[in-house]
């Protein structure tokens, strides 16, 4: 009898939770829609399903909850800073889109085991390889711990390019433009084998080329200028075309 007891109340949790997550994520499309203009055609290039790497720029806040609204029903998790824990709405916010809580100065193995598992259980999930938000907008150098978790795992992956929040606080009385580019799904040509540190970051900076590439040369920052050439990485054709 307990049991049974025990097995309705999580039951009941569960739905209930499920209900809140949907008037959350409703309340967030209307939010978005509400007070920016945003283009999300670009959003469809995604593929429908299968583990997913997704490399986005970090200007703001809102890169997160946008995607993750809007790409519904796909499941999507996202690399966060831990300090966004330390306050009980956003803790409450992080849990419910089960966001994976990160130092950024040092990722450590209990963070990398949960990435593995939202791959291993065929979700997406989101990183800024940057490590940390762009103040002014621009590309930032990309950090080596993404290219780890993409060779370790043999994951594809796909570069999202979002740009437009950063001059939201600016322009109070017109709705912002945020603008959205997705490029082709791509991934490591190198299969298997260990990399050392600085093939780490030559990954890590084509990864970043690749975000590059979609936006314009006085947005890419560190790597205005820089030719756009892919030696580590190869698109993944069969995936672009089959699920995309």
Not at 44 to 53: A, E, T
Not at 197 to 211: K, S, V
């Amino acid at each position: 009898m307990l049991i049974l007891l025990a097995l309705q109340s999580s039951l009941c949790y569960d739905a209930t939770m499920k209900l809140i997550e949907r008037i959350v994520n409703s309340l967030l499309r209307g939010y978005f829609r509400l007070f920016f203009k945003i283009d999300r055609s670009e959003l469809s290039k995604v593929p429908h399903n299968g583990p997913l790497l997704m490399m986005v720029n970090h200007t703001s806040n809102l890169e997160g909850p946008m995607l993750y609204a809007f790409l519904q029903p796909r499941p999507l998790h996202a690399l966060a800073k831990q300090e966004l824990w330390k306050s009980k709405f956003m803790a409450y916010l992080m849990e419910m889109w089960k966001s994976i809580p990160v130092d950024r100065q040092n990722m450590g193995r209990a963070t990398m085991d949960a990435c593995f598992k939202v791959l291993e259980q065929g979700h997406i999930l989101a990183i800024a390889p940057e490590g940390t938000r762009s103040k002014d907008g621009l590309l930032q150098e990309g950090k080596g711990g993404v290219a780890f978790i993409a060779h370790k795992k043999d994951i594809p992956m796909i570069p999202v390019a979002v740009t437009g929040f950063e001059k939201s606080e600016k322009k109070r009385l017109r709705r912002p433009r945020i603008t959205i580019k997705v490029g082709p799904v791509f991934e490591i040509k190198q299969k298997g084998g260990r990399i050392d540190a600085d093939t780490r970051q030559a990954l890590a900076d084509e990864i970043m080329l690749r975000l590059a590439q979609l936006m314009p040369e006085e947005k890419r920052g560190h790597y205005q200028g820089r030719e756009i050439l892919f030696s580590l990485t190869e698109e993944a054709k069969m995936l672009s075309e089959g699920d995309a």
